[in-house]
């Protein structure tokens, strides 16, 4: 039976380096996905097969790379929709340009390679994994524009989900809570002024004076997506750390207590 063959967004760091270096080493291939073609460089084959593509998944020719890629190496077992951009500061004072750039990363991007990826996946019945945030469910001041995306992303891929199923092809949302990635040095942070400075700028202010140790082990992460391939039925979401499953229990309460009280 031949390998079972991922393809990874987002793969030069973060969650998809740590995950395509793990499916490797468990004898799978992968199809690692990137903008940056000197990180991906950083990924070492060892009992699985490594395909490298240096591409934008924003760019009006991705899906069609995305499709050639799947089919140059004949089967596609996995999808995860990785790839992704933070973007911290407040809605008012964040640009059109920053928002548009967030939507076409987060969301526009996303739906790129779901397109290029879906017909391998029919014929194998394959898994979608969607990564998103705990903050896909709930917004932080400083989050707005961010959390919009991944919410997009949530309510996207639950309807994917339904319209799918009888294809045999699953569909899980990962929202992982706060992880010791690069993910914070390389968002992209709007100084708020005065008027921001008691809501975003203090929120900021006080996340970056957290210690390292209060960040989880992006390994984690990665083990719940493998896990959650590797269920004949797996949940359509899946939050991993505690701050992401207590975070996103206090929203839904918080809801449902709105609800109740009319």
Known sequence: MPSTTWLIT????????HLAQRVLDEGADVIAVARRGDRLGTIKAAAGRLTTLVLDIT???????????????????VLVNNAGLGLFGSVEQTSDIEARMVMD???????????????????SKGRIVQMSSLLGRFAWPSSGLYSASKAAVELMSEALA???????????????GTFNTDFSAS????????VYAPTVGAFLTAFAQRPADSFGDPADVVTAVMQTVAMPEPPLRRAVGQDAITGIR?????????????
């Open 10 to 17: 987002g793969a030069s760091s973060g969650f998809g380096h």
């Open 59 to 77: 760019a009006p020719h991705a899906e069609d790379e995305l499709r050639r890629a799947i089919e140059a190496h004949g089967r596609l077992d």
């Open 105 to 123: 990363t987060n969301f526009f991007g996303m739906l790129n390679a779901l397109r290029a990826a879906l017909p391998a996946l029919r014929a």
């Open 162 to 176: 339904l319209e799918i199923a009888p294809s045999g092809i699953r569909v899980t949302i990962i929202e992982p």
């Open 187 to 194: 968002a992209h942070l709007v100084a708020p002024d005065g």
């Open 250 to 262: 206090t929203a839904l309460e918080a809801q449902l207590a709105e609800l109740s009280a009319g």
